[in-house]
């Protein structure tokens, strides 16, 4: 291997980094009988390290490596984000992720600049994330167009993938540590020189003295200004561009007014400020790299619950083979194979062995739960001890732990009505304050007749103004609290139902799987003696339902069920099927009369009894004639009073809503401590009286089971769900909790009111600090380099205010 130093005959790219490269800079190397050339020394060393460990496959795996250049003439491959796109008639829809997202008003340009296409119907930009969610008609306009726009602006779209967010946001952190590392650097030389310029100013310094160091000091802020500070340079010739300028601006013309002035006073012989253009661009890239470090480390905590789901399964197919394909290959229907150890790629039902299976990723029990034939398994659980076959239900975007972080990234990207504040704020904020600038150069101009004086009171009014602490104020809260909650167990949809829950102010329980095991056990069965074997038939009818009472009776007749013909079922009130050519029902009371059957006063009476005693009666008929009847018992939960304690802490007013008889409600009252309890009701009746609550002025939350409860979850502010994953139901429901813990109710509360007790404390802080900063600027009371060191550390006390809420 040797070095020649003949370049290249016309321009090449280097070999190792793929960069343009001219002839006259061009480092030639003959590798192996070849000539290569290389941009640096630096990518000739590592080209010669992978070449010498014979690992030269990188550079043919390396598909996706794209050249630099500047981010407005990189092409648009939409054939990557053509996968990411759902369709529902004439509407499609996409998430994206954008860079060279600055500050609150980039959100306001390119939502602005989005919604005023022919055929976007909506535009929602993240900042904390900077994923942008936009749905638009297809005979209007087309993905292409919509992407093109983006990058006619300046923010380069990228397609979502798993981990491609953290790829994005660790690329721009790097590219900020890199900019801040140099500009720091340069700045700490700077200042040496600036002390003694400023000594000079007031205790004399001969001229053969200051020009060098005046010159010195241009050289080193230079490459801060330029370099370090390209990105708000760049950002600031956007938003001219476009008419819609943001922050960056602010700081460009802070940054570069100074600098301009220093370069035209070495000239005339007037003070320089080369230290104040780049402290300036100092100050403010590091609150830009601890921003965006928060925003990383948020979007770690999403991906590494991504990295539960395997990317391959073992499908077995009817002839016992097995196969390792990708997940996104495996189907409804087909069967996969999971031995001890590895996660269970897809969500399914087990056909073939046992196992313990830990759920803890899903419901955060400890405690492994035991599967077999018939059980329901998930994505991203393992079996300890036992290998299992298992019939797939849904494909890889179907799976409960894909629900869980869809639901988590639609809490980050909804936004809470408080943010409003400061999203209205936005358009208006940088143009009032480049005015408010200009109004303080006219005045100290006039006022002092010193052109330096009026020069850096306006640069201090530019660079002390700070709308990104208006812009992370409320985002990036909601995105901490959100985050904080799933890792308890608690998902919730966005930041407009976390604002709801906040302000909750009634509490609507069901009884049953809520407050109550949700698993009865029977205790009594009295049977009129009219028929055959009252249990064998109760049970057969009762096979087909997914009321609790019902898999109880069933569970009663452990051998061959007969056939029940024209099932059917009323939620809340009881079911009915043909058997061997007879009508049987079995529910309650209130059932039995709509169906016109009576039982007798006796009969009548024991049930009350039993009733009187908490115990649920499931009255059974055939032919329209009494049959029997079977008492149950639904004991509270363990953690029910503890619930109960806690929201009487914060004062709620509580309820409990229940299809139940009035007896069975009355013992659940009087255990619980619980006036307010309404009985019988359907379905509708409890969402009815959900709307009667909401009409006196209540914000109403209501936890249920998610099915029965669906109208119920809906008609409230905010509708809770709670048990196991096959239970979240999170189409009707607001926030599903995963774990089997009650308490979390509680929890989810505490959890949103610190949430907007901090986002209420990040904006007044954001307001105050602009109200009390911006006259102090205007007066000429501070200086442009404070200036820029309280702007970076108001962004840093609102982020630093947010991550407090990671303990929550």
């Keep these: 291997m040797s070095d020649t130093e003949s370049p290249p005959s016309e321009n090449t790219r280097c070999e190792h980094c793929l ?26 060393g590592i080209y010669e390290i992978i070449h010498s460990n014979s690992l030269d496959a990188f550079y043919s795996r390396r598909c996706d490596w794209e050249p630099g250049s500047p981010v407005n003439s990189m092409k648009i491959g939409i054939s990557s984000f053509t996968g990411n796109v759902t369709t529902s008639g004439r509407e499609s829809h996409i998430e994206i992720l954008l860079s060279g997202i600055r500050c609150a008003s980039c959100i306001w340009l390119v939502e602005k600049y989005l919604m005023k296409l ?16 936009i749905s638009w008609l297809q005979d ?26 953290s790829d994005i946001l660790a690329k721009e952190k790097q590219e900020l540590l890199i900019r801040f590392g140099t500009a720091s650097f340069f700045s700490m030389q700077l200042m040496l020189f600036s002390a003694a310029l400023y000594a000079g100013f007031f205790q004399g310094m001969e001229t053969r003295y200051r020009m060098p160091f005046q010159l010195i000091s241009w050289a080193l802020s230079t490459p801060v200004v330029f370099y370090s500070g390209f990105p708000f340079l760049s950002g600031a010739w956007r938003s001219i561009r476009s008419g819609t300028p943001g922050m960056d601006l602010l700081v460009a013309l802070g940054s570069l007014s100074a600098y301009l002035y220093s370069v035209a006073a070495i000239v005339t012989g007037g003070e320089v400020f080369f ?31 991504a990295e539960l789901q395997p990317r391959e399964a073992t499908v077995v197919s009817s002839d016992g083979e097995t196969t390792i394909v990708p997940v996104t290959d495996v189907r ?36 492994s739960l035991f599967k077999s034939d018939g059980s329901d398994v998930f994505a991203g659980t393992f079996p300890i001890n036992g290998r299992l076959k298992i019939r797939v239900t849904g494909d890889a975007g179907d799976t409960v732990l894909a629900g869980i972080i869809s639901t988590v990234r639609e809490a980050q990207s909804r936004k809470a009505p408080i943010q409003g504040i400061a999203d209205r704020t936005a358009g208006f904020f940088v143009l009032a304050t480049i005015v ?43 995105l901490v609290g959100t985050t904080a909650a799933g890792k308890k167990g608690i998902l919730v949809k966005g930041g407009d139902v976390f604002e709801t829950v906040s302000k ?86 209130t059932f039995m009369e709509s169906e016109g059957i009576t039982f007798s006063a006796e009969q009548e009476k024991t049930a009350a009894t039993l009733e009187s005693n908490g115990k649920t009666v499931v009255r059974v008929a055939c032919d329209r004639a009494p049959a029997g009847m079977i ?128 986002i209420r404390q990040n904006l007044v802080w954001a307001f105050s600090y602009n109200l009390i900063a911006l006259p102090l600027a205007v007066s000429g009371l501070l200086h442009p380099i404070m200036s820029s060191f309280f702007m970076a550390a108001s962004s840093l006390i609102v982020v630093g205010n947010s991550l407090r809420l990671r303990k929550i």
């Design 504 to 589: 909750t102010t009634h509490m609507v329980l069901d009884k049953t799987g809520t407050i109550t095991e949700g698993k009865p056990s029977v205790t009594d069965i009295i049977d009129f003696g009219t028929t055959e074997n009252l249990i064998h038939h109760a049970a057969s009818l009762e096979a087909s339902s997914e009321h609790p009472s019902g898999r109880a009776i069933k569970a009663l007749w452990n051998r061959e069920l007969l056939s029940a013909e024209h099932f059917r079922a009323i939620p809340g009130k009881g079911v009915s099927a043909d058997i061997n050519g007879s009508n049987w029902k079995a529910g309650s009371k």
């Design 140 to 165: 209007r306009i087309d993905l292409a167009a919509i992407l093109e726009a983006l990058r006619s602006i300046g923010y380069f779209p990228h397609p979502c993938r798993k981990g491609h967010e």
């Design 631 to 758: 008492a149950l018992i639904d004991d509270l939960r363990k953690d029910t009073l503890a619930l109960i304690e806690g929201l009487r802490r914060k004062k709620l007013h509580l309820s409990i809503l229940t299809g139940d008889n009035r007896g069975v409600a009355a013992y659940i009252s009087l255990k619980c401590g619980i006036g307010d309890v309404e009985a019988e009701l359907g379905p509708t009746g409890k969402a009815e009286s959900i709307e009667r609550m909401k009409k006196t002025g209540a914000c109403v939350m209501m936890a249920g089971d998610g099915i029965n409860d669906a109208p119920a979850l809906t008609a409230a502010d905010t509708g809770v769900t709670l048990g196991s994953s096959t239970g979240l139901a999170l189409e009707c429901a607001d926030v599903a909790i995963l774990k089997n813990d009650l308490t979390l109710i509680d929890t989810l509360i505490d959890s949103s009111r610190k949430c907007f007790s901090v």
């Design 332 to 367: 409804p229907g087909d069967c996969i194979e999971v031995i001890p150890g590895d996660r269970i790629p897809l969500d399914g039902k087990v056909i073939e062995g046992e196992a313990e299976v830990n759920e803890s990723m899903l419901t955060g029990e400890s405690i």
């Design 19 to 44: 960069q343009e490269i001219s002839s006259k800079t061009a480092i030639a190397s003959e590798i192996n009988g070849k000539v290569c050339y290389f941009c640096c020394h630096g990518c000739l």
């Design 436 to 478: 408010l600038a200009l109004l303080t150069f006219t005045f100290w101009k006039f006022t002092s007749g010193n052109t330096v004086t009026a020069l850096m009171n306006a640069v201090s009014v530019l660079v002390i103004a700070c709308p990104c602490a208006l812009g992370l104020a409320t985002p990036l809260a909601i």
């Design 275 to 305: 230290d104040t253009a780049a402290m300036i661009i100092t100050f403010i890239l590091l609150g830009r790299f601890l921003e965006g470090a928060s925003r990383l480390k948020s979007e770690n905590a999403i991906n590494e619950l």
């Design 118 to 133: 022919d055929g976007v119907l909506q535009a929602r930009v993240n900042y904390a994330t900077h994923r942008a969610s």
